[in-house]
């Protein structure tokens, strides 16, 4: 599966994009060579959405920084 397909042709392989996403792929959807979406999986996505959870929890950041410097032997327990 290509990195790139446009709106036709995804809709033409819906099967294969999920397949190629499953597998850790990501296919951006371009519309007139304009890119308008990206198909990722399930998996990669819920990553992303743990790492942006965690970016913005300044504590955590701060918990990581000083472990990063030696200052923290653990870093702390992220509460939902």
Do not use: W, Y
Not at 1 to 30: H, I, R, W
Not at 44 to 68: F, P
């Amino acid at each position: 599966m290509k990195s790139t397909v446009s709106v036709s042709e995804g809709q033409d392989n819906f099967p294969a994009l999920v397949k190629a996403a499953e597998k850790g792929s990501v296919v951006t959807v371009t519309r007139h060579d304009v890119p308008v979406a990206c198909v990722i999986g399930h998996e990669r996505m819920s990553a992303i959405v743990e790492t942006l959870e965690v970016m913005g929890n300044a504590a955590a950041m701060n918990a990581i920084a000083e472990h990063k410097q030696g200052k923290r032997r653990h870093v702390l327990t992220l509460d939902k």
